[in-house]
């Protein structure tokens, strides 16, 4: 078994409650079914949360976490949700003294929902995916005590174009940028259109045209896809494109 693992079990045996961190941009890419199925299986509270709600509309997702409950709405970088995220810890653990385990995919925000909780910068972060290497234990006050975890896959879990699109795998990292940009595009074309400011009739187009927009060029003139695709990827991970 992985070492990441060996933590992530250790956490959900000592934890009460477990927060489940989903990106709200990528709901359903960013939950992990095999960890909730631990987690109910060893009799744990699961708790969704969910962050980077200022990226979206939040009026809307609601709608959609219908089946996700109980869930809060995070924002690390606006500090938003966070005193709600308190309240719902301690009206779970009856206002007992609680500890409460943080897991979810790389890079998806547990290192930044922990800090915004805890109100300072306990939890180590980085936009790097795979930062956090081993459980970390972080009081947030007298009543709440976190417990950080690395980021985990499903098992057998290979799917490159997702893990880049979620940001599990950095932009500068992944192995085949082009693709995973081009299936962005092929699914918001008209966000990365606009962002940029291009036209295009398919994500082929856009792409080039982003490529050309952002003077990413080889010699000769010729758009140079690869370091495009990593710049969309890059202004996609980093929220930079809403």
Same mark, same amino acid.
Not at 163 to 169: P, Q, T, V
């Given at each position: ?24 941009r ?10 909730e199925?631990?987690?109910? !299986?060893k ?14 509309d939040?009026?809307?997702?609601? #709608?959609?976490?219908? @089946? ?17 995220l ?29 800090? !915004?909780? !805890? ?5 180590r972060? @980085? @936009? ?18 976190v ?10 879990? #290979? ?8 940001? !599990? ?27 940029y ?9 856009i ?11 080889? #010699? ?23």
């Amino acid at each position: 078994m992985p070492s990441f693992w060996r933590h992530v079990n250790k956490v959900m045996d000592m934890a009460e409650i477990i927060i489940e961190v989903i990106d709200a941009r990528m709901i359903e890419e960013t939950r992990n079914e095999e960890i909730e199925k631990k987690i109910r !299986a060893k009799g744990k509270i699961l708790l969704y949360g969910v962050t980077k709600c200022d990226l979206v509309d939040v009026s809307k997702l609601k #709608k959609r976490l219908q @089946s996700l409950k109980p869930a809060v709405f995070i924002s690390g970088k606006e500090k938003l949700g966070t005193t709600i995220l308190k309240k719902k810890i301690l009206e779970l653990s009856k206002g007992e003294s609680v500890v409460v385990g943080v897991v979810g995919y790389p890079n998806v925000g547990k290192s930044s929902l922990i800090n !915004a909780l !805890a109100g300072r910068g306990a939890a180590r972060t @980085s @936009s790097e995916s795979g930062f956090t290497k081993g459980m970390q234990k972080i009081k947030v006050d007298n009543k709440i005590m976190v417990l950080d975890t690395p980021g985990v896959y499903p098992h057998m879990e #290979k799917d490159e174009i997702k893990h880049g699109r979620i940001g !599990a795998i950095g932009y500068s990292k992944v192995k085949d940028p082009e693709s995973v940009a081009l299936n962005l595009i092929e699914e918001m074309p008209e966000k990365v259109k606009k962002y940029y400011g291009v036209e295009g009739e398919d994500a082929e187009e856009i792409l080039e045209a982003v490529a050309f927009r952002l003077k990413r060029l080889q #010699k000769g003139g010729e758009p140079d896809l690869e370091a495009a695709s990593r710049s969309i990827l890059k202004d996609w991970q980093t929220g930079r494109m809403k």
